[in-house]
């Protein structure tokens, strides 16, 4: 929030105000249609190029495990941002995809190579996945700058996006106290991170703070919201005109493509292990 202050000014002190406000009207009109010189937007810098934001029913591909398979038929790809190279991005960059970076911002994961760097203190318990544990989204001066490094590492490979996962530490019995208010903090500090180093953003999961989020996230990424009849949920998302990129592990596509459909979701079938195969509801 800004401070606004209200200047008052009185007497002659007032006049000599309002004369001045008249000289430099009419200065700026004289100045009004001139060229600027080259190289310079009328003294201003050019407007930075207008972030991706994928429109509601665009068809994706989620792949974190496996041999990167680039054939498939979508034109938006998510894939691990340790795992692949700048390289592997062009490749998908030659053939007109979109591609977005994962990354596990709200839990640690000891076989990454950066996990020695995270303190103990910050560690908590398990969040059901061998090797991850749930962070102390509290402590934003130790999270911050580790975050920003991977975030960075993703906008230099190439990457369009970053799917930020585990962003519900909140709702979950993480081994610290945390609340709502302390995950729309971090959840906040995350969009702001990516979108600083010129990608897109993803909101993951996190369905009851969307209301509350939607403005700052470009577009959501859910797990089985058609197992837990959570879908409708989203549509905050598709009618600000981002996607919802949607995944079922146990339902069969049968039952719950027809309605992502007319919710307007990015739907897939996919298991667990996130390989190349996937049935698009596309």
């Known amino acids: 929030m800004r401070d606004r202050t209200a200047a008052r000014v009185s007497g002659a002190r007032g006049a000599l105000a309002a004369t001045a406000l008249t000289l430099i009207t009419m200065l700026a009109g004289c100045a009004e249609g001139a060229e600027a010189p080259a190289g310079k937007a009328g003294g201003s810098a050019p407007p930075s190029p ?14 974190l495990s496996g041999k ?75 999270l911050e700058p580790l975050m920003e490094t991977r975030i960075a590492m993703c906008a230099k490979k190439g990457f369009d ?41 993803g909101l993951k999961n996190d369905l009851p703070q969307i209301p509350e989020l939607v403005a700052d996230f470009d577009f959501a990424v859910n797990e089985q919201c058609a197992q837990y009849e959570e879908c409708e949920e989203l549509t905050p998302f598709v009618k600000a005109g981002k996607a919802v990129f949607h995944v079922e592990y146990e339902l069969p596509a049968a039952k719950f493509c027809a309605r992502s459909r007319e919710l307007g979701l990015s739907s897939l079938r996919k298991e667990y292990e996130l390989g190349a ?5 596309a």
Not at 75 to 102: M, N, Q, S, W
Not at 170 to 193: C, E, H, K, M, V
Not at 277 to 281: A, H, I, M, Q
Request: charged share 30%; aromatic share 10%; glycine share 8%.
């Open 50 to 63: 207008a972030r991706w934001r994928p429109a509601p029913g665009t068809d994706w591909q989620w792949q």
């Open 68 to 142: 990167l398979d680039t054939s498939v038929d979508a034109p938006v790809y998510d894939i691990d941002g340790f795992d692949r190279t700048a390289a592997e991005v062009a490749a998908l960059h030659r053939r007109g995809r979109k591609v977005i970076c994962y990354l596990s911002t709200g839990a640690w994961e000891d076989f990454r190579p950066d996990a020695s760097r995270f303190p103990a203190a910050v560690l908590g318990k398990g969040n059901g996945w061998k090797g991850e544990r749930w962070l102390d989204i509290r402590r934003t001066e130790v």
């Open 161 to 201: 996006a970053v799917e930020p996962d585990n962003m519900d530490g909140y709702r979950n019995r993480s081994g610290f106290p945390l609340t709502a208010a302390d995950q729309l903090r971090y959840n906040r500090l995350i969009a702001r991170l990516v979108h600083r180093h010129g990608m897109s953003v």
């Open 277 to 281: 195969e996937r049935e698009s509801c």
